[in-house]
């Protein structure tokens, strides 16, 4: 059975949005050599919080930093990732191995991007006057201070292994935080640093930050703060979070989850290349991006990620409410495989629509199985429902006038949906609110493909039963009697009858592709015959089993009782075996539905039977001690079982009757030795091989439905072995004259299933 785990969706969608971040990345962030320290101004810096207390106990900087005049923010179209060049014109600078290893930058490397305007990090970055502080261990807190920088300018970068509980204070000049830990953290307490860059790794900010910020590609900054300056998101990096940015410049991913939409004091602006995607919940909504100034959308993406759940067949949801709106969104993709969002803009709003599209059940169907089961679907039918405005308003041009932004970050309720469903099947309603994954799942699983192998697994288990049957008459034969070509006897006298016991273990596969299903078989069996006349002889048999079925979506137990009889006609090496057996079965099944946010358990309990019925003909050509038996066989199986419905939830089954029924024949070799010991004991190798060849159709199928919305839809499972090779193999103990002890080996190998199986069998004559 399939074990379901379940992730928190910002874990999820985080990765995502790194792995994809990640693929479009060659190389990490570069840095220059550092300078000669030489000719560098020298600081102090100590690791112990300076004498003014206000700063151990405080977030906010306890000076004013003395800011530069930057230049504009730059055009995001524009902007491409950030690689520093190597610097050849500056004589004094000092290649030193040591401290690229200290702070883990990679080498550089020549680049023919050409940067259409020099980033403000990379100037301070590589200029001559910044000092670097490589971090690579976890700092302690000494009294709510971790570190204490000095006067000059200083680039501090946080590698692998680097913590701070306390306050990270700059000091004074101007100062720059490198995130370049792929392991990526928290953002610890900083004070008087002018920008962060992260550069590598995921990392989440939960305190003020008094500068800008920039991300880099295939890095993450997860923003629960404050950043009081702007942010910059390169290509392939990802920004998220419900805190809030000044200036907002996109051009790799945003993500807005259900309760955590961004905020964006000032200005947003996405490139062309940007992508946004928007957490749809149908139980808590979603939750808008907030802008107070200008939303330039610049045709980016919109993609709608919307959780599996109980969703209306349409519903609005705010996207972004914001100052004002320029441009609009250009692609707009979906998770959900039978739900299509729309857009529709005003002056201050970007409104989904999330509503039923015309893609077929089927049409996302894995298997031949899945797709009879979404033909069969009865879909909820919409209540008529009263006229939506912002249905009308997607029809019509925006209105001229500016209306003022609701600056909130209340979630859109599913309450506000402008149509609702008559309630029908829940597992269908989950199943249109499923994503294009989850949906191929969800099919098969609906489907009960299992509940088509349930003919073919019971068929195997009974197999062994006639095999008993002929193993008994086997035994009969007496070949090492001196008398050449006379009837052959049992134990004993030829007057007497005789009982047996015989255990059997049996065991197989049904080597599907669809829905493969393991089986094994315990039992026991008791038989008894006698000699009516020197030609012939009768038996009965009596015994039960139990199987015990699995597979990927369904579990079944049988216990069954078995009856039989058979016959044996010897006339010099020529013998004649007749058998038939009749089974009953009492059959219990359960399985496990569970996709997107539903789950459902069933059970189903039905009465089964099987008869078999068998001739075989066989010729002894050997002599002596010795048997060569070439033989033929013909054989007819056939399998009922009764309809039943499943015990559950919305997912639950009616399963009509079946019945299969099929002649076989089977031609082969026997082998046997009887060796006397000196104890005066008879042991008796043997060994037979065979050819067995099923007719008719062998295709084993059922008819189903869905109890609540569903149509009868047929159902196939795996077929029967149109050839397979049957052996057995095993060795007799004649301990006395009355008592003998065997043990045996069987196989049957087919193009779709594979059986196999041991027994143990004591008989005593009388």
């Not at 055009?75 to 000092?94: G, L």
């Amino acid at each position: 059975m399939l074990i379901q785990h379940r992730y928190k969706l910002q874990h999820l969608v985080l990765a995502v949005a790194l792995a994809v971040g990640c693929a479009g990345v060659s190389q990490a962030e570069q840095v220059e050599p550092q300078v000669d320290v030489e000719v560098k101004p020298k600081k102090k810096r100590k690791n112990a919080a300076k004498s003014t207390p206000p700063i151990a106990g405080s977030d906010e900087p306890s000076a004013q930093l003395e800011q530069t005049p930057s230049s504009p923010a730059p055009s995001i179209d524009a902007q491409v990732t950030a690689t520093a060049e190597p610097i050849v014109a500056r004589a004094p600078i000092v290649f030193d191995e040591a401290f690229y290893e200290a702070v883990g930058f990679d080498h550089p490397t020549p680049t023919n991007a050409s940067v259409a305007t020099e980033h403000n990090f990379d100037s301070f970055q590589h200029a001559y006057t910044t000092q670097h502080t490589p971090l690579s261990e976890r700092l302690e807190n000494n009294e709510g201070l971790s570190l204490q920088l000095g006067e000059a300018d200083d680039l501090l970068v946080i590698n692998n292994g680097a913590r701070w509980d306390g306050l990270i204070d700059g000091g004074a000049g101007q100062n720059g935080l490198l995130l370049n830990a792929r392991e990526g953290g928290e953002i610890g307490r900083t004070n008087n640093f002018k920008e962060v860059r992260v550069a590598k790794g995921a990392w989440t900010l939960g305190h003020d930050f008094n500068g800008s910020a920039e991300v880099k590609a295939g890095a993450a900054l997860v923003n629960n703060g404050s950043i009081k300056g702007d942010a910059l998101v390169d290509p392939s990096a990802t920004y998220a979070g419900n805190g809030d940015v000044q200036n907002l410049y996109v051009n790799g991913a945003l993500l807005a989850l259900k309760d955590n939409g961004p905020t964006i004091r000032g200005n947003l602006a996405l490139s062309r290349g940007a992508e946004v995607t928007y957490v749809v919940s149908a139980s808590e909504g979603a939750s808008p991006i907030v802008v107070n100034g200008t939303a330039t959308l610049g045709n980016a993406t919109l993609n709608v990620l919307g959780i599996p759940g109980d969703h209306a067949p349409s519903t609005d949801y705010t996207v972004l409410n914001a100052g004002k709106i320029e441009g609009e969104f250009g692609q707009v993709k979906s998770s959900l495989a039978f739900m299509t969002p729309t857009l529709a803009y005003s002056d201050t709003q970007a409104t989904l629509t999330y509503a039923r599209n015309d893609v077929r059940f089927e049409d996302v169907s894995g298997s031949k199985n899945a797709q009879a089961l979404g033909k069969s679907i009865d879909e909820p039918q919409a209540r008529p429902s009263a006229a939506k405005p912002d249905a009308q308003k997607s029809q019509a041009p925006r209105p001229q006038t500016s209306r003022p932004a609701a600056l909130t970050h209340a979630a859109t309720s599913p309450a506000t949906a402008a149509a609702s469903s008559i309630p029908g099947n829940a597992a269908v309603a989950a199943l249109l609110t499923s994503d294009k994954a989850t949906a191929v799942i969800a099919l098969e699983q609906l489907a009960g493909s299992g509940n088509a192998n349930l003919a073919k697994a019971t068929l195997s288990s009974v197999t062994p039963v006639n095999a008993s049957l002929l193993s008994a008459m086997h035994q009969l034969d007496n070949f090492h009697s001196s008398q050449r070509n006379a009837p052959r006897h049992a134990a004993g006298s030829a007057d007497t009858g005789r009982v047996w016991l015989q255990a059997l273990g049996h065991g197989g596969k049904l080597d599907r592709d669809v829905e493969p299903m393991q089986h094994t078989t315990k039992g026991l069996l008791v038989g008894a015959d006698w000699r009516l006349n020197e030609a012939w002889r009768l038996g009965v048999m009596g015994g039960t089993s139990d199987t015990r079925m699995d597979s990927r979506e369904l579990d079944g137990e049988l216990d069954s009782w078995h009856l039989g009889a058979y016959a044996l006609r010897q006339s010099g090496p020529m013998s004649l075996r007749l058998g038939t057996t009749w089974s009953s079965h009492e059959g219990s099944t359960r399985r496990q539905v569970a996709f997107g946010r539903f789950t459902d358990r069933l059970k189903g309990n039905y009465d089964a039977s099987t008869q078999q019925a068998f001739a075989e003909l066989g010729y002894n050509l050997g002599r002596g001690g010795v048997r060569l038996e070439p033989f033929a066989s013909v054989g007819y199986q056939r399998y009922q079982h009764d309809g039943y419905t499943e015990n559950g939830g919305a997912a639950a089954l009616k399963v009509q009757d079946q019945t299969q029924g099929n002649l076989n024949s089977t031609f082969g070799l026997r082998l046997a030795k009887v060796a006397t010991l000196d104890n005066g004991m008879r042991l008796t190798p043997r060994f037979s091989a065979g050819w067995k060849h099923v007719y008719g159709d062998t295709e084993t199928s059922t008819r189903q439905r869905l109890v609540t919305g569903g149509r009868d839809y047929t159902l196939y499972g795996a077929e029967l072995d149109r050839n397979s090779l049957t052996l057995d193999t095993g060795l007799d103990l004649s301990v006395s004259t009355l008592h003998t002890l065997g043990l045996g080996l069987t196989g049957e190998i087919g193009t779709d299933s594979r059986n196999h199986g041991i027994s143990g069998q004591w008989r005593m004559a009388f």
